[in-house]
């Protein structure tokens, strides 16, 4: 039955979301507990034993899931289940609905067991070799591995809960960004993150990056919410979408040009990498436009060649639209930009945020290439760039903190709850917690702890997340509470509800070690910054004389202004007319942007019209 909805009421020929176990491997087992925790039928061993032999020796399978209804409120079943699996089997993979995901939804907490034993024995097998080739080599360290959360884990934990691992590469640039925003003084920050081929864009207030506890894998509509299988899970919230510097740009049946969600990859990569591609992609576009150097490339390590992306742009886009190979260029930035800053606004706009009243933190192989100009188009007053801003994710494993995010269901009206049930629940999950920690506490720092409830009012179906007070929790503790779940729920939805009584769904608790301080900065090299000027073109000003400098050597507290290209070995920023900037004391390019400068027209304007020619 699912969510019992469809994501998309208006296709009659609609897709059916993916199951991950097909009809034959799903087995029912009698016994049953009800929705207060309490024993209604017992579990009949007989049932999990017959049932397992068949899947085990009839069908093969290499990985178990167990999720018994309301398991999420006593997982004694579940458990009773496993024992008997266990000998039968001790080394088949098994996961547990209540240990991946204790909390309420049957439909979500089964998907979630199920994906996380699809995974299991390929990312089991992988990290155990992983560990056991570190070993060998004589590393004597830990090893520890980036969770969806932004946290980071130990190798068994992750072994053991690989699902939590679904979206752990743009954690990490997430948190690198929210580090700088701390280190910054930046109390409201959009993180960009462009690589090759996708863009990932994060809001950060208050120096952490916003978390949601629900993802959706296995889209079949990517920007459909509701086609694919949801999770219950602690992820940044981010959005992804198919745009990067090796996003294709093609023209389609209907004659329109369209950028992305194909790309070149690495190989064959853009035609200007001269190994084989053939269709025009961002980078050529950023490389004819001037963003790019094609003796810089790399630190000069690989050669661009501008003829070839030149023809190709012509043959593969100009021809077609009946433009030339400039204004095809123009046309894939236009595409690509806009459709990155439209996400982004959608992104802020659903958490009631303006992007007006926030910096831009661009990086990423492409994200210092495109920053100046998605930030224009939000209208964003600052840009700030880091140095070595291709590899600032690599920073973010590195600041990440060993962090454990816990939860568990106990559904109650506020005024209604049992605060020693409640108190139980957070002390078993800190006790947990604590434990895996100090595995990764080998300096003995302090570990923090915090509480939290995701609560809504009566009869809603969705919930907001609301920290709670220091605890144990009793009832004089409710006028906090309340107070506490009424400013969140305004803050997401501008208005709050009289009269109504509100209930607690999930009780989390999230427990971490402090991060690790590191700094990206290095002595300035000596010598002249300024390298010289080459053409490069902006929207709203076309192609200007754009000073060229070497990042490496300009120094803390210059003062500069564009239009200027501040190139390093990984990347490279352009920077318009309308800029003033700086290089503060962590070596990051400081943008101050002037909206509505004399002398620009509207962005996006012309190349819109441009490509539509």
């Known amino acids: 039955m699912g969510r019992e909805s469809r994501y998309d009421v208006d296709d009659l020929f609609l897709t059916a979301v993916p199951v991950i176990v097909p009809r034959r491997l799903r087995r029912p087992i009698a016994g049953r507990m009800l929705a207060s925790g309490v024993e209604f039928e017992p579990l009949s061993v007989d049932d999990v034993v017959r049932e397992v032999r068949w899947l085990v020796e009839s069908e093969q399978i290499e990985a178990l899931a167990i999720a018994f209804m309301h398991a999420y409120r006593n997982p004694a079943h579940e458990r009773q289940a496993l024992d008997a699996v266990r000998a039968l089997y001790p080394g088949l993979l098994v996961t547990l609905s209540s240990d991946v995901a204790p909390e309420i939804r049957e439909y979500e907490r089964t998907n979630t067991a199920c994906v996380n034993a699809y995974v299991q024995p390929r990312v089991h097998a992988y990290m155990s070799r992983l560990g056991q080739d570190l070993a060998d080599i004589g590393f004597q360290g830990e090893l520890y591995i980036m969770l969806s959360g932004g946290g980071i884990t130990t190798l068994d934990d992750a072994r053991r809960f690989p699902v939590r691992l679904i979206e752990s590469g743009p954690a990490a640039g997430a948190m690198a960004a929210a580090y700088m925003a701390r280190q910054l003084g930046e109390n409201r920050l959009i993180s960009f993150d462009m690589g090759g081929t996708t863009a990932k864009m994060c809001l950060i207030e208050n120096g952490r990056p916003n978390l949601k506890h629900e993802f959706e894998a ?74 790019l150097d094609p003796r810089f490339f790399l630190g000069g390590e690989l050669d661009l060649s501008l003829e070839a992306v030149r023809q190709a742009m012509q043959d593969r886009l100009g021809a077609p639209l009946g433009i030339d190979a400039m204004g095809a260029a123009r046309g894939i930035q236009a595409i690509a ?226 239009p200027a290209v501040v190139e390093e070995r990984e990347s490279s920023c352009s920077l318009g007319p309308d800029c003033r900037f700086t290089v503060d004391g962590h070596y990051n390019l400081v943008v101050d942007i002037e909206h509505g400068a004399p002398g620009a027209r509207q962005a996006g304007t012309a190349t819109a019209l441009e490509a539509s020619a």
């Open 218 to 291: 296995g889209r079949i509509r990517k920007f459909k919410p509701g086609s694919g299988l949801p999770l219950k899970l602690t992820v940044i919230d981010l959005i992804e979408i198919g745009t990067g510097g090796g996003s294709i740009a093609a023209v389609d049946a209907n004659g329109l040009m369209k950028v992305g969600p194909r790309s070149a990859g690495s190989e064959p990569g853009p035609v200007a990498y001269g190994l084989g591609g053939t269709e025009p992609t961002v980078t050529d576009a950023d490389l004819m436009l001037g963003y």
């Open 337 to 562: 930009n806009e459709t990155m800053a439209a996400a982004t606004r959608m992104h802020l706009a659903e958490k009631g945020k303006d992007p007006r009243a926030h910096a831009l933190f661009a990086f990423g192989g492409a994200g210092a290439v495109h920053g100046y100009a998605l930030a224009r188009l939000l209208k964003v007053p600052r840009l700030i760039v880091p140095i070595g801003a291709g590899v600032v994710s690599a920073l973010g494993f590195l600041v990440a903190a060993p962090a454990v995010d816990d939860v568990r269901g106990y559904v109650t009206r506020l005024e209604r709850a049992d605060w020693q049930v409640v108190n139980a629940l957070f002390a078993q999950m800190e006790a947990a917690s604590r434990d895996l920690l100090q595995r990764a506490n080998q300096g003995g720092h302090a570990i923090t702890v915090r509480w939290m409830a995701d609560m809504r009012y009566v009869g809603q179906g969705f919930e907001v997340t609301v920290a709670l007070p220091a605890g144990p929790l009793d009832e004089s503790h409710l006028p906090q509470i309340r107070q506490a779940f009424q400013a969140a729920y305004l803050e997401r939805f501008g208005r709050v509800v009289k009269d109504v009584a509100i209930e607690a769904v999930n009780w989390r608790l999230a427990a971490a070690l402090p991060e690790q301080d590191i700094t990206l900065a290095y002595a300035s090299a000596e010598g002249e910054a300024l390298r010289g000027t080459r053409e490069v073109y902006f929207d709203g000003y076309g192609v200007t004389q754009a000073r060229v400098y070497d990042r490496y050597r300009l120094r803390p507290g210059v003062q500069l202004s564009g």
